[in-house]
Antibody, heavy 119, light 111 residues
Framework: DVQLVESGGGLVPPGGSLRLSCAVSGFNFSEHWMHWVRQSPGKGLQCVSN????????TYADFVKGRFTISRDNAKNMVYLQMDSLRVEDTAVYFCVRGTLHWNGLDYWGQGVHVTVST | DIVMTQTPLSLPVALGQPASISCGSSQSLVHADGNIYFNWLHQRPGQPPRLLIYKISNRFSGVPDRFSGSGAGTDFTLEISRVEAEDVGIYYCMQSSQFPHTFGQGTRLEI
């Protein structure tokens, strides 16, 4: 079975940093793009970043460019999201999501991890 | 970014009755490869979203055949032929033709 398990969330003050991790299993990890998507009551679902299966390409939403960094370790079946210079508006549930193989899209989602940016 | 707009935002439906949700995109979803990457997702309370329909009308693995998708251009529809209790939750449309992938606001289906 495909499994994605996020960790690393928590409460952090504005300007702080967090590193989210996503452990995956049940599929050939290096074949898939991986994505981070967040959900908040005010903004709904938003794509944050994604990374190519071999790690050779990444993209970022404008609202996190220069602050967040996505990476992966194919030997460990892990994907990461380093979040720096966090803002109150980054408060959300962050989901790790698998990119599809044969068409453009997202198929399997992790359970999500809460990130709260507050004083 | 492409804006996705859903209607209605709230949908009360009786058990066994049909339901329909519409979604419009602010621009064409035709990808450079000629395909339209339009999807429907379902989210139950406390759960992550789950993929229902991809490429307008293809049901994802394990999705019951009472769910169907249709559409073309910038207008798309999700139909449930006979609503069951497990169908409650929020339905989202999503385009994955262009990054950033973008989502509709969600339609809350309630019995």
């Amino acid at each position: 079975d495909v499994q994605l398990v996020e960790s690393g969330g928590g409460l952090v003050p504005p300007g702080g940093s967090l590193r989210l991790s996503c452990a995956v299993s049940g599929f050939n990890f290096s074949e898939h793009w991986m994505h981070w998507v967040r959900q908040s009551p005010g903004k709904g679902l938003q794509c944050v970043s994604n990374i190519h299966g071999a790690g050779i390409g990444t993209t970022y939403a404008d609202f996190v460019k220069g602050r967040f960094t996505i990476s992966r370790d194919n030997a460990k079946n892990m994907v990461y999201l380093q979040m720096d210079s966090l803002r109150v508006e980054d408060t959300a549930v962050y989901f790790c999501v698998r990119g599809t193989l044969h068409w453009n899209g997202l198929d399997y989602w992790g359970q999500g991890v809460h990130v709260t940016v507050s004083t | 970014d492409i804006v996705m707009t859903q209607t209605p935002l709230s949908l009360p439906v009786a058990l066994g009755q049909p339901a329909s949700i519409s979604c419009g995109s602010s621009q064409s979803l035709v990808h450079a490869d000629g395909n339209i990457y339009f999807n429907w997702l379902h989210q139950r309370p406390g759960q992550p979203p789950r993929l229902l329909i991809y490429k307008i009308s293809n049901r994802f693995s394990g999705v019951p055949d009472r769910f169907s998708g249709s559409g073309a251009g910038t207008d798309f529809t999700l139909e449930i032929s006979r609503v069951e209790a497990e169908d409650v939750g929020i339905y989202y449309c999503m385009q994955s033709s262009q990054f950033p992938h973008t989502f509709g606001q969600g339609t809350r289906l309630e019995i």
